[in-house]
C-alpha cells in the first residue's frame, strides 16, 4: 500500500479541520438562535453523505452486504445516532468556534479506543500527530497577556 492515492486522501483528511472550523464560524454569523440539535444534525449528515457521493460513484458504487455486514451497519448507525445526539446537544449550547475542540477529543477518543480494545499500535506518525492536536488546544485556549 501507500502509492500516490494514499497521499492524495492524506491531503484530504488534512482539510477535515480547516471545513470544520470554517462551518462553525458560519454557523456562528449565521445560524438562528434557538436552532434544534435535529436540524443541526440533519443539515450535517446530508452535507457529509452529498460530500461522499462523487467518491462512491468514482468507486464503482454500491454492493450489497451479506448478513454480517448488515449487522455491523446497524450498530454503526446506533452508534452513530448516539455520538450525534451527545454532538449536537453539546454543540447548541456551547460557543461554535470554541466548540470545534471537541473534534479533537473524539479523535483523541478513537486512539485511545484503538490501543485498548482494537490491539492498535502507537506509531510515530501517530504520536506527532498528538503532539500537533496538543499544541494546536494550548494555542486556542491560550490567553493573551
Same mark, same amino acid.
Given at each position: 500500500?501507500g502509492?500516490?492515492?494514499?497521499?492524495w486522501?492524506?491531503?484530504l483528511?488534512?482539510?477535515?479541520?480547516?471545513?470544520?472550523?470554517?462551518?462553525?464560524?458560519y454557523?456562528?454569523?449565521?445560524?438562528?438562535?434557538?436552532?434544534?440539535?435535529?436540524?443541526?444534525? %440533519?443539515?450535517?449528515?446530508?452535507g457529509?453523505?452529498?460530500?461522499?457521493?462523487?467518491?462512491?460513484?468514482?468507486?464503482?458504487?454500491?454492493t450489497?452486504?451479506g448478513? @454480517? %455486514?448488515?449487522?455491523?451497519?446497524?450498530?454503526?448507525?446506533?452508534?452513530?445516532?448516539?455520538g450525534?445526539?451527545?454532538?449536537?446537544?453539546?454543540?447548541?449550547?456551547?460557543?461554535?468556534?470554541?466548540?470545534?475542540?471537541f473534534?479533537?477529543?473524539?479523535? @483523541?477518543?478513537?486512539?485511545?479506543?484503538?490501543l485498548?480494545?482494537?490491539?492498535?499500535?502507537?506509531?510515530?506518525?501517530?504520536l506527532?500527530?498528538?503532539g500537533?492536536?496538543l499544541a494546536?488546544?494550548?494555542?486556542?485556549?491560550?490567553?493573551?497577556?
Amino acid at each position: 500500500a501507500g502509492g500516490s492515492g494514499s497521499a492524495w486522501w492524506l491531503a484530504l483528511a488534512l482539510c477535515t479541520p480547516i471545513s470544520i472550523a470554517a462551518g462553525n464560524v458560519y454557523r456562528k454569523l449565521r445560524m438562528p438562535k434557538g436552532a434544534p440539535a435535529s436540524l443541526l444534525a %440533519g443539515g450535517m449528515l446530508l452535507g457529509g453523505a452529498l460530500a461522499l457521493l462523487p467518491l462512491l460513484v468514482a468507486n464503482g458504487g454500491l454492493t450489497r452486504p451479506g448478513m @454480517a %455486514g448488515w449487522t455491523v451497519i446497524l450498530a454503526q448507525c446506533v452508534f452513530t445516532s448516539l455520538g450525534y445526539r451527545v454532538y449536537f446537544h453539546f454543540q447548541r449550547v456551547a460557543d461554535p468556534v470554541y466548540f470545534s475542540q471537541f473534534g479533537y477529543v473524539v479523535s @483523541a477518543t478513537g486512539v485511545v479506543s484503538g490501543l485498548l480494545f482494537f490491539n492498535e499500535h502507537l506509531t510515530l506518525p501517530m504520536l506527532l500527530a498528538i503532539g500537533v492536536i496538543l499544541a494546536g488546544i494550548a494555542m486556542v485556549n491560550a490567553r493573551a497577556p
